[in-house]
Nanobody, 114 residues
Framework: QVQLVESGGGLVQVGESLRLSCAASRNIFSEYTMAWYRQAPGKQREVVASIAPGGNSDYADSVKGRFTISRVNAKNTMYLQMNSLKPADTAIYYC????????WGQGTQVTVSS
């Protein structure tokens, strides 16, 4: 079973940046379309960004132009660079496959304060 561990969250001010990391217990990023998700209090989990094995990426409209998804297959690691953060970005962020998710990790909390 693949384990996913998210890290890099924290408390930041509006306009600041964070880089999230997702470490997998084995190399899955070259096999599957992977995604970053987020879940805000009282809301459903949503897809923020995804990246296909070939490298094509896609973003939710709310983060386009501000977030960048990337991965380093050799390190079994995926990243989410988040710039120009807004209070609406406050959520727990998770990584997983875009389809047929593995068991969810603990996620990493991102809090954007105004």
């Amino acid at each position: 079973q693949v384990q996913l561990v998210e890290s890099g969250g924290g408390l930041v001010q509006v306009g600041e940046s964070l880089r999230l990391s997702c470490a997998a217990s084995r190399n899955i990023f070259s096999e599957y379309t992977m995604a970053w998700y987020r879940q805000a209090p009282g809301k459903q989990r949503e897809v923020v960004a995804s990246i296909a094995p070939g490298g094509n990426s896609d973003y939710a409209d709310s983060v386009k132009g501000r977030f960048t998804i990337s991965r380093v297959n050799a390190k079994n690691t995926m990243y989410l660079q988040m710039n120009s953060l807004k209070p609406a970005d406050t959520a727990i962020y998770y990584c997983n496959k875009l389809w047929g998710p593995y068991p969810w990790g603990q996620g990493t909390q991102v809090t954007v304060s105004s």
